[in-house]
């Protein structure tokens, strides 16, 4: 079975600054997708940004955009420029291409401080 | 509906008791998910509904769990015997078709404390 881990537990940062958010995962299979969704306190997951595994290219939205090392295993979410509003819980999470249907395998979580 | 809605909110019950978590889906999603939240833990998922059916319910951890979807539209997760080991907050999902492109909606979920 697949599994997500997320190492950091809980982070920290300045208002205006640049936070990178860390996940590693463990798969056998070639072809997948990677995700980040934000859950604020509403509990309410919100899709952040989400990348291809056939894709090279790191995917980007607005402000987030992420670091795919598909060798590694590793998907890590950059926030630039971070606003009060990007204070939440961030769960990475992985689903296999193949399959129709959206059974994503998610990493515990890291909470995301946002300091004024 | 605007959004996939989940009710109740939270819910408190004792151990031993039954409950039922409902999800009402966005009008016309065709696919409806349940995925499982606990404490400091990631979601972990439970069942699939691709309209009326359940081609996947792999994730429901015990017999004591159940889940039933009627009229394409709204489902209920029902949760027999509680135990303290059931609290968690139990998040429904619903995407147009279930297809591999598709963005996946999720409601508020339903916090469940068993006491």
């Keep these: ?116 | 509906g605007a959004g996939v809605s989940q009710s109740p909110s939270n819910k408190v019950t004792e151990k031993g008791k039954d409950v039922e978590l409902r999800c009402d889906p966005i009008s016309g999603h065709t696919a409806l998910y349940w995925y499982r939240q606990s404490l400091g833990q990631g979601l972990e998922f439970l069942i699939y509904f691709q309209g009326n059916s359940a081609p996947d319910k792999s994730g429901l951890p015990s017999d004591r769990f159940s889940a039933e979807r009627t009229g394409g539209s709204v489902s209920t997760l029902t949760i027999q015997r509680t135990q303290q080991e059931d609290s968690a907050v139990y998040l429904c999902a619903s995407s147009q078709r279930g297809g591999t492109n598709e963005k996946l909606f999720f409601g508020s979920g339903t916090q469940l404390s068993v006491l």
């Design chain 1, 1 to 116: 079975a697949q599994t997500v881990t997320q190492s950091q537990p809980e982070m920290s940062v300045q208002e205006a600054e640049t936070v990178t958010l860390s996940c590693t995962y463990d798969t056998s299979e070639s072809d997948y997708y990677l995700f980040w969704y934000k859950q604020p306190p509403s509990r309410q997951m919100i899709l952040v940004i989400r990348q291809e595994a056939y894709k090279q290219q790191n995917a980007t939205e607005n402000r987030f955009s992420v670091n795919f090392q598909k060798a590694a295993k590793s998907f890590s979410l950059k926030i630039s420029d971070s606003q009060l509003g990007d204070a939440a819980m961030y769960f990475c999470a992985y689903r296999s291409a193949p399959y129709n249907f959206n059974k994503f395998y998610f990493g515990s979580g890291t909470k995301l401080n946002v300091k004024p």
